[in-house]
């Protein structure tokens, strides 16, 4: 009952905010945002799952009721957290707050809106983390977007409306391309399996369940089912050559909007990447190993040479985002413990560390109302915590060790470098790690140019630190990330012992 | 015997919305000086969902499922079953929700009677319709939800688009009650009976070309009264000359009533076996119809600038949908019931958000903001509840999750893939697609556009409670559709199942 419990908080607490008073809905939201976080530590602590959810692992938490049925097979109210989930919703709980205190500062019209959109958003990633049935993760995964396309629309920046219709446009076109990949897949499994279950259906085509289908061979159908579903949850991630969504939205988009957006919503697209397609369909995810290994070497490389180019610092973090869910794609790839294991993990530092940056970024555009990297120098000067705290971000960024990046970036690699079922893998890996030069190029020379030297900035009014609720929430996600670089077993086992199963499942040829 | 009761407590529903009617006039000659809207409203308000509580008390009681076995009155011109309750659930609801509306939609003093039992004789009808069980109860029942919607779409006399819009209903709606009233003789002529059961029986030799025109016939009349192609042309210029919450009470009962007679004549006159055999592959027509319908309602709902004709192209749309449950049927499909129990499900669905984004229009005229999408920039800036409830609504009839239009969809499509009809679905998967773009529009002005003038707005400045009750009860309904689906779904398809 913990996680209904946990979901159902969060929509009450959503409504009660969306009418709340302006004058105090932003305190409220804080306030009431750190139950979720409370439950979430809660469900840690008890958490006694085992395995991996998919592949008949102990479900944590699991909770299953029968709510209709459609052709033949029952939707089910089903939900659970393996060692996959758990980290991924301890995650979401945890940056929600720190976004909302974020806000206090720049959003000032319609703020119970915001707050109330914030947590709404919060219930279903929740519920996107949790759902063990393909209908109800597929109305959470999609209720997601809803939150999402207002906030951007109403509280963005100058071209908020191109932003948020952009991202509409390019999720939904990938949700509908998941979704006929998967029915397509349930279709050929026919009356082998009887409900919407993931676990059920993992099983099924694990068994060699899956018929021809319309004259179709079942081979056919689980290669395109597998590409459909790659190419709208690729949407989501998002990789070269269909990232051009991000930078538009993250620009636009006010500073917390931005945290639960690279610190959560991309991790969707990841999780569900290892959830669908390298969970359910291993044998199509080997054998196209090597062009998704190169669209993930593209997409390291490719997002950071983007953002070597940019001015706008948060244009500069977008686009090292691409080239982070990069690694991860790669992990995922290599179908080794290591390779699994530190993308799941990579997943979580990512969203700590980028959800740092965003934060940072913003906090020093609330004081200069510029992002450019000409327009400003020296700010050491005048923010010295908030640069410091920015500063130690970025080299978390590049991989500095007794970092949570630079865990997740070292078992990917140590994962990838030998892995087996993948040709080429230490020419993949090698590429890869070149990714991390380039992103230490393109953040030092930002910082060096904005950060250091005499201030400089050309304003009408006294730039001076940020507030204490500005900076608090960056001070608790720097400590968050060097514990999980120090200790990141805290996590790291949990994910290894769900990941195994996944790797077992894949048959090495050669 | 109905509960112990007299058999004719079946028809309950469709008496109490007469009876509404009734009260609704003698109210009205009571106190003809104080014009209120606010009694006709409550009385038609009341009236009606009792009507609603009535089916719904009929229905989980049992009465008319394939259990108990449908109850068969005046010598079997009537016959109530799950199917007549499940189609006289969404008359009622809907017309609970326009004469709500209505209160605040139209000023005292305009002859609100008129308005009020118009609407509920035209109910009367519809709840008639949907327990018709003779082609000649069919025909009249048609009439009497016919007549009434003439005058309701001119209701505004004084205003030259609702009056044309009225003339033009007319013209296309006495045309088409003529040709079908043609196709129910010819039928007649070919098979000498009237009651549905004794036409499928009926012996037809060397007939077959009589009724086989006699069907095509028929089929006109259906897609008239559901605005289906061929017979849709006259649905934009109604839905949009007429006063909106009259488009809402077109758009919704209306166009269910025309499925009701689609639904229940055509597999109980016609069986499936029958019409193959006899070579008047009925079937084969409503896919053509649906596919054509639906393709052209979506894309000509795309380029629209107006809200309420954009509405009015998506409700043929719609139209296209729900006829793939006469579409997609095979003799012994083994979905033949779900297909059909989906369409239902969709109707009802559909019932609810389509009369709550034609009740926004109603609002929006109400407040005079304009027409356009333009128009509606903004516009949740000063009105943020109905904002939100529009959204549901845009979102729901897309086929977006997490809203019911979601899963009426899905399963709809789903169904019509179990019995053999890809392409149909594939055809509804690639118009909700297109849909979803005019459906964002709307959206996309509401919240995201902003007002072309800083005094735009100024016009929202009556909050309108009765509108802002129906429009939010819709909303409501139609997101708690989504985890209440499986009883409306079990419900439709059992009744659906006792066709075949």
């Known amino acids: 009952m913990i996680l209904e419990a946990l979901i159902g908080f969060t929509f009450l607490a959503a409504l009660v905010v969306l009418v709340a008073p302006d004058a105090w809905a932003g305190r409220l939201a804080a306030a009431v945002s750190l139950v979720p976080f409370a439950g979430a530590l809660y469900a840690w602590s008890q958490f006694d799952g085992a395995g991996n959810a998919l592949t008949g692992g102990t479900i944590a938490f699991e909770s299953r009721v029968e709510w209709i049925e459609v052709g033949g097979r029952t939707v089910s109210w089903f939900v659970g957290l393996d060692g996959i989930s758990l980290p991924l919703v301890v995650l979401t709980t945890f940056l929600v707050p720190l976004a909302i205190l974020s806000a206090w500062t720049p959003i000032d019209e319609r703020q119970s809106q915001f707050y109330g959109l914030m947590l709404f958003m919060e219930a279903n990633l929740l519920g996107v983390f949790t759902a063990l049935d393909f209908f109800v993760w597929f109305i959470f995964w999609e209720a997601v977007l809803v939150p999402m396309y207002f906030l951007i629309g109403i509280w963005g920046g100058p071209r908020r409306k191109y932003a948020a219709i952009k991202f509409f446009v390019y999720t939904n076109a990938a949700s509908l391309l998941m979704f006929i990949g998967f029915t397509a897949l349930t279709f050929a499994l026919g009356e082998s399996v009887d409900s919407f279950g993931l676990p059920a259906i993992t099983a099924a085509i694990a068994a060699g369940e899956l018929s021809t289908w319309f004259g179709i061979a079942p081979g056919t159908i689980a290669m395109g089912a597998f590409l459909a579903m790659f190419a709208g949850f690729a949407v989501k991630v998002p990789v070269v050559p269909v990232h051009t969504w991000l930078p538009d939205a993250h620009v636009e988009a006010p500073t917390p909007v931005s945290v639960l957006l690279a610190g959560v919503l991309l991790k969707m697209g990841t999780y569900a990447l290892l959830r669908y397609n390298f969970t359910m369909l291993p044998d199509q995810a080997a054998a196209l190993a090597v062009p998704i290994a190169a669209i993930a070497v593209i997409s390291v490389i490719y997002g950071a040479m983007l953002a070597l180019a940019q001015k706008d610092l948060k244009r500069i973090v977008a686009y090292s985002s691409v080239s982070s869910m990069g690694y991860v794609i790669l992990g995922l790839v290599v179908f080794t413990e290591y390779g699994v294991g530190g993308a799941t993990f990579q997943m979580v530092a990512h969203g700590l560390i980028s959800g740092l940056m965003f934060m940072a970024v913003g906090v020093v555009y609330n004081a200069t109302h510029t992002r450019m990297v000409g327009d400003m120098a020296g700010m050491a000067d005048r923010m010295p915590v908030t640069v410091g705290i920015l500063v130690a971000g970025a080299f978390g960024y590049m991989g500095l060790p007794l970092m949570a990046g630079f865990a997740g970036e070292f078992f990917i690699f140590v994962g990838s470098f030998g892995a087996p079922s993948l040709p080429y893998a230490p020419v993949f890996t090698a590429l890869a790690m070149f990714g991390i030069v380039i992103v230490a190029g393109y953040l030092l020379s930002a910082m060096q140019s904005t950060l250091f030297g005499p201030f400089d900035l050309e304003t009408d009014y006294e730039v001076g630190p940020a507030a204490f609720h500005d900076v608090a929430p960056l001070a608790v996600l720097l400590v968050a990330i060097i514990v999980l670089g120090v200790a990141p077993d805290i996590f790291f086992e949990m994910i290894r012992d769900a990941a195994l199963p996944v790797v077992e499942g894949v048959t090495i040829d050669g | ?361 109603a609002m929006a005229e109400r407040w005079g903001v304009g027409r356009t999408f333009a128009d509606y920039a903004g516009l949740w800036r000063r009105a943020p509840v109905a904002s939100v409830a529009m959204a549901v609504f845009m979102f729901s009839l897309a086929g977006l999750p997490p809203f019911a239009g979601f899963f009426s969809k899905y399963f709809l499509f789903q169904a019509a893939i179990d019995n053999g009809f890809v392409w149909l679905a594939g055809l509804g998967a690639i118009n909700s697609v297109v849909s979803l773009y005019y459906y964002s529009r709307v959206v996309k002005a509401l919240f995201l556009d902003d007002p072309a003038s800083p005094t735009a707005l100024d016009a929202v400045d009556v909050r309108p409670t009765a509108l802002y009750a129906a429009v939010v009860f819709a909303a409501v309904a139609t997101v708690l559709l989504l985890p209440g689906f499986g009883p409306v779904i079990e419900t439709a398809e059992a009744a659906a199942s006792a066709l075949f």
């Open chain 2, 1 to 361: 015997m109905v509960n112990g009761l007299p058999g004719v407590t079946a028809l309950l529903p469709a008496l109490l919305l007469a009876a509404t009617g009734l009260a609704l006039l003698l109210v009205d000659t009571i106190r003809p000086d104080a014009r209120s809207n606010t009694s006709m409203a409550i009385v038609g308000a009341v009236g009606s969902l009792a009507a609603l509580a009535a089916t719904v008390w009929l229905t989980a009681t049992g009465v008319g499922s394939a259990d108990a076995g449908a109850v068969y009155l005046f010598s079997d011109a009537v016959k109530v079953d799950t199917l007549g309750l499940f189609f006289t659930a969404i008359f009622a609801s809907v017309t609970a929700l326009v004469l709500v509306a209505g209160h605040d939609y139209f000023d005292d003093g305009v002859n609100p009677a008129a308005f009020y039992s118009l609407v509920t004789f035209a109910a009367t009808g519809m709840a008639l319709l949907a327990v018709a069980n003779s082609l000649a109860v069919v025909f009249v029942a048609l009439e009497m939800v016919s007549l009434p919607s003439y005058v309701l779409v001119a209701y505004l006399k004084q205003n030259r688009g609702s009056v044309e819009a009225g003339l033009k209903y007319f013209l296309v709606g006495a045309l088409s009650s003529a040709i079908f009233l043609f196709g129910i003789s010819l039928v007649y002529a070919a098979t000498g009976s009237l009651i549905l059961a004794d036409i499928a029986s009926a012996s037809i030799e060397g007939l077959t070309g009589v009724l086989g025109v006699g069907i095509v016939m028929m089929i006109g009349g259906v897609a008239f009264k559901t605005a289906s192609v061929p017979f849709h042309f006259w649905a934009p210029e109604a839905y949009e000359g007429a006063p909106a919450p009259v488009s809402a009470f077109l758009s919704s009962a209306s166009k269910a009533a025309g499925f009701v007679v689609a639904f229940r004549v055509f597999t109980e006159a016609f069986p499936l076996e029958m019409a193959v055999s006899a070579n008047v592959d009925w079937m084969l027509a409503f896919a053509i119809l649906a596919a054509v319908t639906m393709t052209l309602g979506n894309f000509a709902a795309a380029v629209q600038e107006e809200v309420k004709r954009m509405l009015a192209y998506s409700s043929i749309g719609h139209a296209g949908y729900a006829l793939i449950g006469v579409a997609a049927l095979t003799v012994d499909g083994p979905a033949n019931g779900t297909v059909m129990g989906a369409a239902m499900a969709h109707l009802l669905v559909y019932g609810f958000m389509n009369t709550g984004a034609f009740l926004f229009v």
